[in-house]
């Protein structure tokens, strides 16, 4: 054999020997065999019985290497004998300019033998070239081709000495790659044939969308404009990523570079075909190399990104009408008949692409449940019509969700709506803004202005979770008879409803503040169970009047002989304001007391307690304390104050009174309503 010595250093190969990405060394392979005018080629990997790899073949039915040849095709890196032609002797373009395809195969393994047949004197002459990693300045050569040895022509690249796994050669991984950076080509020459184990690559049952566009008149020099075409693919698969390969007239790639841009939804490959980057790509200095470094090149690519942009703002008022007519058809469309007035057609145009958009990004959303769909879509439209910068809101955090978010959503949304999640998570934080500010208003600069009645009591109606999450009744400033008689009513039991009044012990009409009341189902001799509140203003003390005033209220249910003998109801009484006196304080820390405990009655059924905001606030935020952990949320000042404002505004002390609410500019006449005590002073 004869050594063809290679003229390059050792460490100029090292660069193209590493194996950044094998299924681009193999499709180098392939190259290498289209320009030797090949009408077919085929990839082979050989695996032992453990699966692994053991070698890569790539056969074609190519010219061959002449033998007189071979020292051109293998002693030379960066003089290819191809950058001379240009085109193969097929008219067909050439891909290989720079003579490093043969060094890819060593990124595979660390032999490569090519053995390659040609045509001679009306029959065939074949021989082999050997290449090895650890002396790649050197091919051995035949020292002559061998006569009769086939019947046809062509090479056969086999790779060995395999020392990777590599993966992303099979099949379902490297077909889509390949069928992505042949496909233009393949369309260019239909008669061509690459199959990649057993399976043909063929871009036409792959490619759903092809366009081509044009760009004309890009400044790429000083008093030098350029024209070209540009090729857009859109694929039925997911390409590893996006592409625009820069190429010569002829859809041959010569470079690749990212397309940078935003479309969302849409799979595609771009091919950017001008005789100015075939130009670059084969002259002496190889400028295409520079990519965007180079001016020219820069203004080309920029002049792409802009037609790429227009084209898929065409392509999805395309895709969003087919959807529509699709969706008018499922009948799950918002909208009904023809837009009324200018403003709806904006309207509809908005939800079109903000449609088009959830359906390419939530998951499994093209194959739902036509119901979920519809609420969506009738969800997305009041959001566009009546709040749009809450919709770009919600639509931005959707889009942000990592996966594992996203198929915890959709499996929540599998068993609730998304109607529900949104109403218990602002449950949750309409309840930390309402604590955040009530405590605000009762400790703050406004406690002396807080009335009990007309703000105090009207702002809690309601707000029954501030003690306890089961009294899920509510009666509001209702006389003690009212009150039984609801009691009853609840226990099934009207026939008792007393026709005359309840009074207090001294006769007197009891008047409650709140009542609150659950039903306890399964616990025998407790079915009913009613809770009492006594309200004080902020700057009203629980003194010793207080607490017997609310015992009385209590003392008025244990002395009505109707209520005596019913051994399913239990009352509590609560006294509630700021602070104790020092009185009161005393009474509540008398020996052996309950927490919180005034009075008891000898069996257990009425309670009556005092409590202070400051312990029934911190109660309720702990209760709330892991949802606001999970939700992340954290109720400012600011931010609680809002929410009173908008909910409670007309009971907040600081409220100025509208211009509505005077007759001819006069000033409203405040008026106080007083409040009897219903129980004597003590």
């Known amino acids: 054999m004869k050594d063809i010595p290679l003229k390059a250093q050792p460490d100029h190969l090292a660069g193209y020997m590493k194996a950044r990405n094998p299924v681009a060394a193999v499709s180098e392979l392939v190259w290498n065999s289209l320009d030797a005018d090949a009408t077919s080629v085929t990839v082979t990997l050989n695996r032992n019985g453990l699966d692994s790899l053991t070698g890569i073949v790539v056969t074609d039915n190519g010219d061959g290497i002449p033998h007189d040849e071979a020292e051109l095709a293998f002693g030379n890196l960066g003089g290819s004998w191809k950058k001379t032609k240009g085109r193969t002797k097929q008219n067909r373009t050439m891909h290989g300019r720079h003579g490093r395809g043969r060094f890819r195969a060593f990124a595979l393994g660390s032999r490569v033998e090519w053995r390659t047949a040609y045509a001679h004197d009306g029959g065939f002459l074949t021989y082999s070239v050997v290449g090895s990693r650890i002396g790649p300045s050197v091919f ?23 020392e990777g796994d590599f993966r992303s050669l099979d099949k379902d991984k490297a077909v889509p790659s390949l069928t992505e950076e042949l496909a233009i080509y393949l369309s260019e020459y239909p008669g061509i044939k690459v199959s990649y184990e057993g399976e043909t690559i063929t871009p036409s049952t792959v490619i759903r969308v092809k366009r081509d566009l044009g760009i004309e008149g890009v400044t790429v020099a000083e008093g030098k404009k350029v024209d070209a075409t540009l090729t857009v693919v859109e694929w039925t698969f997911e390409p590893e990523k996006r592409r ?34 075939n130009d670059l790509a084969t002259g002496s200095d190889h400028q295409l190399e520079l990519g965007e ?22 392509r999805a008022a395309e895709e969003g009408a087919v959807m529509v007519k699709q969706w008018k058809d499922e009948k799950i469309y918002p909208y009904e008949g023809e837009a009324v007035n200018p403003l709806e057609s904006v309207e509809r145009q908005v939800f079109d692409v903000c449609a088009v958009n959830v359906n390419a990004h939530l998951k499994d959303f093209e194959n739902g449940n036509p119901e979920n769909k519809r609420f969506t879509f009738t969800l997305l439209r009041q959001a566009i019509s009546e709040n749009p910068e809450s919709l770009q809101r919600i639509i931005q955090e959707a889009l942000k969700l990592p996966k594992e978010a996203q198929d915890d959503l959709a499996a929540l949304l599998q068993k609730t709506s998304l109607t529900a999640i949104i109403e218990a998570a602002k449950e949750v934080t309409d309840r930390l803004n309402f604590i955040q500010g009530f405590r605000d208003l009762l400790f703050g600069d406004d406690k002396k202005r807080f009335k009990e009645r007309s703000q105090l009591h009207r702002m809690l109606v309601g707000k029954t ?7 899920h009744l509510t009666v509001d400033d209702e006389g003690l008879t009212a009150a039984l008689q609801r009691h009853l009513k609840i226990l099934g039991r009207e026939e008792l409803a007393p026709d005359p009044p309840v009074t207090n012990v001294d006769g007197s009409r009891g ?11 399964h616990i025998p001799g407790r079915d009913v169970e009613h809770l009492v509140l006594e309200l004080k203003r902020p700057s009203q003390k629980i ?17 009505d002989e109707r209520f005596r003998t019913v051994e399913e109801v239990h009352w509590t009484f609560i006294a509630v304001s700021n602070d104790f006196d020092e009185v009161g304080r005393m009474l509540m820390k008398q020996k052996d007391k309950k927490p919180s405990v005034y009075w008891e009655s000898d069996d257990g059924k009425i309670v009556v307690k005092a409590m202070t905001w400051g312990q029934i606030l911190e109660q309720a935020a702990a209760r709330l304390s892991f949802y606001s952990e999970k939700l992340k949320y954290s109720a400012d000042l600011a931010t609680a104050k809002e929410y009173l404002t908008k909910t409670h505004a007309k009971y907040l002390p600081s409220l100025a009174v509208k211009e509505s609410d005077c007759e001819e500019g006069k000033p409203i006449e405040k008026t106080k309503r007083k409040r009897k005590s ?5």
């Open 678 to 682: 219903s129980m004597p002073k003590s």
């Open 140 to 162: 051995r050569a035949d020292d002559a081709p061998h006569k009769n040895a086939v019947s046809s022509k062509g090479t056969t690249v086999t790779v060995s000495g395999i």
């Open 293 to 314: 470094l180079h001016p020219g090149v820069k203004a080309l690519i920029d002049a792409t990104k802009e037609r790429l942009r227009e084209y898929f703002r065409e």
């Open 543 to 559: 003194t010793e009047g207080v607490l017997n005033q609310t015992r009385g209220y209590a003392l008025a249910v244990g002395a």
């Open 244 to 277: 625009l390969y820069l190429c010569d007239p002829r859809g041959v790639a010569l470079a690749e570079v990212q397309p940078g841009i935003h479309a969302p939804g849409f799979r595609f490959t771009a091919y950017l075909k001008c005789e100015y980057l």
């Open 465 to 471: 979770w501030l003690f306890g999450e089961q009294y």
């Open 511 to 521: 008047i409650l503040d709140l009542m609150f009341s659950r039903r306890i189902e």
